[in-house]
Nanobody, 127 residues
Framework: QVQLTESGGGWVQPGGSLRLTCNVSGRPDGTHTMAWFRQFPHQEREFVAAVRWSSAAKYYASSAEGRFTISSDNDENTVALQMNSLTPEDTAVYYC????????????????????WGPGTQVTVSS
């Protein structure tokens, strides 16, 4: 059974950077998709970025394109989200998610495609 744990959240000033890391345990089979979502108060989880483990294909929300970078490390079994040029609008709880399937671009943003979620890590951007 896959288990996920996020780390790296915290407070940063506008324009700053944070790096989130998701530790993946439980032996995913190598055909899975890993993603980052975020959730604002009283809203549904919003897709941020994803990577298909087998092909390393990466997908980004328009809000993340050019500022955020998702990366995977097969040896360490981690997925990272490097976030640059952060704004107060990025303030949210960020979640790591796992789907056992190699999701296509057309469905990778759909949160219900993901079966396992981490507990989340808070990111606060303010001056």
């Amino acid at each position: 059974q896959v288990q996920l744990t996020e780390s790296g959240g915290g407070w940063v000033q506008p324009g700053g950077s944070l790096r989130l890391t998701c530790n993946v345990s439980g032996r995913p089979d190598g055909t899975h998709t890993m993603a980052w979502f975020r959730q604002f108060p009283h809203q549904e989880r919003e897709f941020v970025a994803a990577v298909r483990w087998s092909s390393a294909a990466k997908y980004y929300a328009s809000s993340a394109e050019g500022r955020f970078t998702i990366s995977s490390d097969n040896d360490e079994n981690t997925v990272a989200l490097q976030m640059n040029s952060l704004t107060p609008e990025d303030t949210a709880v960020y979640y790591c998610a796992h789907s056992p399937a190699p999701l296509l671009r057309s469905v990778v943003k759909q949160y219900f495609r993901y079966e396992t979620w981490g507990p989340g890590t808070q990111v606060t951007v303010s001056s």
